[in-house]
């Protein structure tokens, strides 16, 4: 039974660059929700796709986007990346339900020079 | 808004010892959830436990377990007899249990565990 795999595993960009992360949810899941974890620092969410609907978004500028697909896989797109995007992205899947338990992929090292 | 504080920012112990692991949080709700997550060096963030904002029975598993005190607004993590494989940081985390809130977890800052042999 796969988890949650993300790719690529890691990516180095310039400013200015677009970039796009992708996700595939743990067998079973439909809910797909991204998180950007910096150095040190806990895990500070992003957005949340159900539905291939963005159901809730945190506190990111709209440079960062993304979208699901009907096979509930789903894309962080990043433009006009800053040297302050560079993280660790970790997207998480879960079942539908609210709070039920969201398992996490092993995320994609966003390094901006 | 919601809030979650993990104090202690590293902790260092020899095997076989037991440790605590610290997480207060804050929310307004009155209905909500937490969680630990546990980090290995491999980036993963590795699910522990899930706790709704009902339910104050303590939990054990194995040499984990966990201490939810709801008027402190603490949700302690024991591990007992800690092994080298413990060493990791671990997360704390809050969810709000309602539809608009769409299951965001909000994190603590983490706590760096060291288990020495």
């Known amino acids: 039974d796969a988890g949650v795999t993300q790719s690529p595993t890691h990516l180095i960009k310039t400013r200015g660059q677009q970039v796009t992360l992708r996700c595939s949810p743990k067998?079973?899941?439909?809910?797909v929700s991204w998180y950007q974890q910096a150095l040190g620092q806990g895990p500070q969410f992003i957005f949340q796709?159900?539905?291939?609907?963005?159901?809730q978004r945190g506190n990111f500028p709209d440079r960062f986007s993304g979208h699901q697909f009907p096979n509930y896989s789903s894309e962080l797109n990043v433009n006009a990346l800053l040297l302050g995007d560079s993280a660790l992205y970790l997207c998480?899947?879960?079942?539908?339900?609210?709070?039920?338990?969201?398992?996490f992929g092993d995320g994609t090292r966003l390094s901006i020079l | 808004a919601q809030k979650v504080t993990q104090a202690q920012t590293e902790i260092s112990v020899v095997e076989k010892e037991d440790v605590t692991l610290d997480c207060v949080y804050e929310?307004?709700?009155?209905?909500?959830?937490l969680f630990w997550y546990k980090q290995p060096p491999s980036g993963e963030l590795v699910f522990l436990i899930r706790?709704?904002?009902?339910?104050?029975q303590n939990e054990i598993s194995g040499r984990y377990s966990w201490n939810f005190q709801k008027s402190t607004s603490s949700f302690n993590f024991t591990i007992t007899a800690s092994q080298v494989v413990d060493s990791a940081v671990y997360f704390c985390?809050?969810?709000?249990?309602?539809?608009?809130?769409?299951?965001?977890?909000?994190f603590g800052e983490g706590t760096q565990l060291t288990v020495n042999p």
């Open positions: 998480a899947s879960s079942l539908g339900g609210f709070n039920q338990p969201q398992h």
């Open positions: 067998s079973g899941h439909d809910t």
């Open positions: 796709y159900y539905e291939e609907e963005e159901r």
């Open positions: 929310t307004r709700d009155t209905t909500y959830y």
């Open positions: 706790r709704n904002s009902f339910d104050e």
């Open positions: 985390a809050l969810s709000e249990a309602t539809k608009t809130s769409g299951s965001r977890l909000t």
